[in-house]
């Protein structure tokens, strides 16, 4: 490593793209012969240039949803929770499917640009910052729905292990929603530090750029006086290591905890030991998924086609292929204890997922989580850009439909058939859905206005010239 | 150690004095100077912000305490009185439980010889009504608000001219079985010439006593003792729900039944009916019968009776045309089966006909059931329907000149609206002595409010020798007077209408006994028990006299011709509405039916069948015709109908029932019919035809099936007998953690499945006790109904003829609790005597805790339940915590009674005695199906009853170690 920044350092002060020494038989990750300079000016123009019309189109209508969002959350805290279309049986529906889908999306940054960096996968140099930055947007979006499912949200620091006055009243350690609140804020921390880690070597090259007076200051400020000198650059990446080594426990531990939620219970349909694995692997999945879906349009959009080449994306269905049939295999084995238990309520639970009332949410995320991967076995699919842009969607639609039905199948019909009821969402709460999607476009619009969308330095280390060892 | 001797300065080494005296001063003193800059202007804004703070104060607020303490009232202690319920004709003794002044929950009053504790769930409604908003609050005179004194100079005046020029008076009442109203009603009968009295029940039961003046020469209605029965045939009557004294027969339906403490034998129960009933669902053989089956297999079966006792009848001739194989079979078998229980039987029949009620005597009568079973002891006047329909025809003839009502509405419930409206038009007089202004009140041109019985005096006997007493527990809340009274006063005698009742005590009452010398000893003690009893030798049955059964045969048998092939109506009363003098009470509009499960609503029930062949769904609405009557209503496919008969409840379509009450359902009483000298609630001949809308029912239970799964075990009587020990269930229950230690107390319920009759009483009582709000037809719609309680119906077998039975369901309170261990904030804990406590305060409402209860009996706010109803706050429970919006509630066993009788008993140094709590639900079930005590004890009667081999858990594979267990239910049946 410390060889190849030698060699960046001197590249750049040469500012020449020499001749590319990379074998022909593997394909470079970055096209277009890029150099150094060329990185730096690609990248760094997308923040100076003034926003596009599609940018603003977008931020209009991203606005317009969180906005919308923010009515509908108005409304629910100060009428109550009966504005949501919840009843005595089914009390979870679509808050809590919400919170595990943007927990879920915020699996991928971390993975990428932890294990992935740990594994020495250099693709990820084009993804990872993106992908951080979803990270983080998805765990805000999804920390949001704790938060008001509550019946009272204005005492939602109760939840906190905070000292009081209240003598031993505390939380409850037993209680997998305390586990929740520790794991995702203890991943989002992390996760933040991550990425703006990552982050100070391009604003302190953005800062040295930019012309505007706020952003000079900005990233002024935000570079921590970043001055490239080896010490600092050496430094850097062994925090950077060190942060990874962090990181990676965590991809597996924040889904595993949210799994909790409903493993640790005793409804037929959520008390499942093969829980944990499962959530994780459908994490990862549906946060690859997103990945691709964001990526296809960012690299069509900003032009990125040789950042963000084929090769990235057909990788990234690599990914989604094993972890979508890791999903597939769970789905399997849980149908499977589900009739080999003998457990007549695990049974119907099954059977009732498959035929009852809410058989089409089950068919669709069958259809969107077992079929849809299997298409990328094939090159072709995986190097079809609309194709993957369609499978990513119907994989992301898939594993929301995944989460609703775990809750509410699982909910709607449990041990005493005299309770058994049906939910029905209200406008409220698909609004609050919506406004979700619109915070998370919002502040991800907002991303790529203020922060290099690619990392620069890390580029520049997986150009043709770098690539030898 | 030798001491050394730091210094901190040179001046100090040098040992210069006054330094070293400051130096020792840690806070030296500032140099005098007068008030300084600094310490001015820190004065200045300490007085300006003294002064500018006292503005913030909170306005003072004083706690006055009584200058003078009302005797035996002590803030916060609640004070019981014995009373009477108003809330039916059955006067089932009470007791209001009163806290700082005002009632806020009937119990039932367990010295009361007939219903002994026991209340139904219009009783507990009863407590809303008091502080019902919309009751009548002033005299009215033409509509005008009117002061009472001016109201009775105008009808005094009116009567005077009355009583001179002839004009008829007639005094229209319900069915009284009040001694001192009666006397005051013919006390003021007497004072006007040719003034009479009529009866009129909505929902009649007069053919009962009608047919026992023809067979026993008896004016009176019967009493039964099914306590004392080993059989009961039912032809159609609900006499577990609302069809004569509910809740006594309750109580000696479930003691005759009752197999707790190793009895062996049980009352056999066998109903007849088209329609299921509540009382069908119960019985142990439920005959589904065709409507024009019924009055060939009653009198079939009292062919066969008469045949096997040789007694001479008219049935000899009768030979049953309508009556298929199957039902033939079953009726002679039912005969085989009474003739064995003779003497301890008992035939009753709900059809309002004097002739077959004449037969159902004839029965028993052969049977030998009188002076057993059946006591003829009440002293009670006649009446008949027939009074009504004759005042109807003379207020029509323009021959009534003064109409005085009495707490019925006629103008709602009379079949013949249209007739009562044109004659009432040609009354020049009406006065109405009601508590609200309803469809009649709203006619009169007087209308006298009159106090509910929670605020009045009163008395009552609903058998011959019993005399209970009603009480005001609390001044009248409007300006109101009991109706007695204004009689009184009209009839021109100015006493208190307290003063005339303690007179006919005295008079009447008080020579009947030996046991106390004055009679203020005598009043104060039957006020304190709320009931008297004069020990009475039982009187001989009269004789029966068979010659009114003349004809019968025949007029009976022309009915079930003319039933014959066709759709049947009939129209039945729900525990709820009752006749419909309820409807206003929105607790009790949403207590859900027990068997349909809707509430807010009435409808057409309809047999599967006929819904298949009509192509009918749930919630269809539906034209109900016969000939010009027509209503239309929304239909409920009800399984164990018969097809050839559809039914409808009473009590709906109320159009001044006040918020809401009025205009929910149809009105179905245009459907009466006056047949045969009674009010008949079957008719022949109906249509349905659909309407093309639908609508959605409010109902609190969607699934009607267990699908097989364990959750009510069932077994025959005989098996019963057989099984010698508790079966073992799924083995005993594996655990990695010790449980819970308990140090003095574990409180456990039990509930004995054979004994719960679904009668819903407890679901009211609970909500009385503990603040539970009403949510209204949406959000039941919405499944988000508050009910503590729970009473889950499910139906076995095929849908055409099927098994009900009944669950009653609350918070189990687990040891191993699933609720406990989830809520984040320790909102739901356990308590040290084995509850699962709810901590309303701290709870945030994550709603985790209702997701993992398997049982689902949380409730959770939804919203803020409207508590804006200043005066119907008032009936608030002060002891339980009125929840907010966002928190999550549910059955607490009663605690706030358990810590009462914890305090008490700490005040009294003394351990809680078992049977000294009781939960609200407990308290006046009428069927006495729920016990509830320390499990700790060994002796208790709780742990006796766990320890009875019917004892099980629901759901005892998740071992969750609940503190309530059921019994085992059981029929008396050979098949399960």
Known sequence: MAMAVEQLQHLIATDHPPHPVVSPLR?????????????????????????????WLLFAGAVTLLSAGLVAITHTITTGIGTWGLNKTVGWAFDITNFVFWIGIGHAGTFISAILFLFNQRWRTSINRSAEAMTLIAVMCAGLFPLIHMGRPWLFYWVFPYPNTRGSLWVNFRSPLLWDFFAISTYFTISLVFWYLGLVPD??????????????????LLSLGWNGSHRTWSRYETVYTVMAALATPLVLSVHSIVSFDFATSLLPGWHSTIFPPYFVAGAIFSGFAMVMTLMIVVRWAMRLESYITIQHLDNMCKVTLLTGSIVGLAYLTEWFIGYYSSNPHERYTIINRALG????????????????PQFFWFKRARTSIPLIFALSLLVNVGMWFERFVIIVTSLHRDYLPSSWAIYTPTLTEITIQLGSFGLFFTAFLVFLRLFPLISINEIKGVLGYARHK | MSRKRYWKSLDEYRGDAALTEQARDEFPAPPESGVSRRTFIELAWLAAAAVTLQSCNAPEQKIIPYAKQPVELTPGVANWYATTCGGCSAACGALARVCDGRPVKLEGNPEHPLSRGGLCAAAHGELFNLYFAERLRQPLSHGMAAGWDELDVQITQQLAALRQSGGKVCLLTPFIINPTSNEVCDRFLRQIPGARRVVYEAA??????????RTHLFAGKPLYHLHKAQLVVSFAADFLSTWGDPVPQMRGYSQARDLRGGRKEMLRHIQFESTLSLTGSNADRRVQIAPAEGFDALLYLAKLSATKNNSASPFAAF??????????????????????????????????????????????????????????????????????????????????AALLIVGVN??????????????????PLKIALNPTLDETASLADYVCPTPHFLEAWGDATPARGIYSLTQPTIAPLFNTRPWQQSLLKWSGDARDYYEFLRAEWREKLFPQQTKYAKFDEFWDRSLHDGIFVVENSPEPTPAFNAAHLNGAVERLDARAAEAAGKLSLALYQKVSLRDGAHAANPWLQELPDPLTKITWDNYVNVAPKLAEKMRLVEGDVVRLSKGATAIELPVHIQPGQHEDCVSVALGYGRTKAGKAGSNIGANAYPFVTFTNGSFQYETSGVAIELTGTKIEFAKTQTHDSLEGRDLIKEQTLAAYRQAEQQEAHT???????????????????????????????????????????????????RRREMHWIRLDRYYEGAPDDPRVAFQLLTCIQCDNASCESVCPVLATVHSGDGLNMQVYNRCVGTRYCANNCALKVRRFNWFNYAHDDVLANLALNPDVTVRSRGVMEKCSFCIQRIEEARIRARNENRPIREGEIQTACQQSCPAGAISFGNLLDAGSRVAQLKRDRRNYVILEELNLQPALSYLTKVRNDEEA
């Open chain 2, 319 to 400: 030979e049953p045309k309508h009556l298929n194989a199957n039902t033939r079979q079953t009726v002679e078998k039912t005969a085989e089966e009474l003739q064995q229980q003779r003497g301890q039987s008992l035939v009753v029949c709900g059809w309002n006909d004097a002739d077959a009620q004449a037969v159902v005597n004839f029965i028993n009568q052969t049977l030998g059931n009188y002076g057993h079973t059946i006591e003829l002891n009440a002293v009670l006047a006649n009446s008949s329907d027939q009074q009504m329909t004759d005042l109807v025809k003379e207020m029509n003839d323009g021959q009534v």
């Open chain 1, 203 to 220: 604003l302190a090259t953005m800062r040295d750029r930019v012309q505007a007076k706020w952003r000079r200051t900005l990233y002024r």
């Open chain 2, 731 to 781: 083995g005993p229950a594996q655990s990695m953690w010790p449980g819970h230690e308990y140090a003095e107390h574990k409180w456990g319920m039990v509930i004995d499945l054979n004994a719960c009759l679904g009668c819903s009483a407890c679901l009211l009582s609970c909500q009385a006790e503990n603040n539970v709000p009403v949510v209204g037809k949406d959000d039941v719609r």
């Open chain 1, 27 to 55: 394909e470079p990750l970055i096209l277009g012969h890029k150099g150094a300079a060329d990185v730096t000016e690609d990248i760094g123009r997308l923040l100076e240039n003034p926003p596009g019309r599609g940018w």
């Open chain 2, 204 to 213: 009649s039961t007069a053919a009962i006593r009608v047919a026992h003046e």
């Open chain 2, 410 to 427: 006629p103008v709602y419930s009379y079949h013949d609206n249209e007739a009562l409206l044109r004659g009432l038009d040609k009354v």
């Open chain 1, 357 to 372: 009332p809410y058989a089409w949410a089950f068919w669709t995320m069958v259809t969107c989580n077992m079929i849809v």
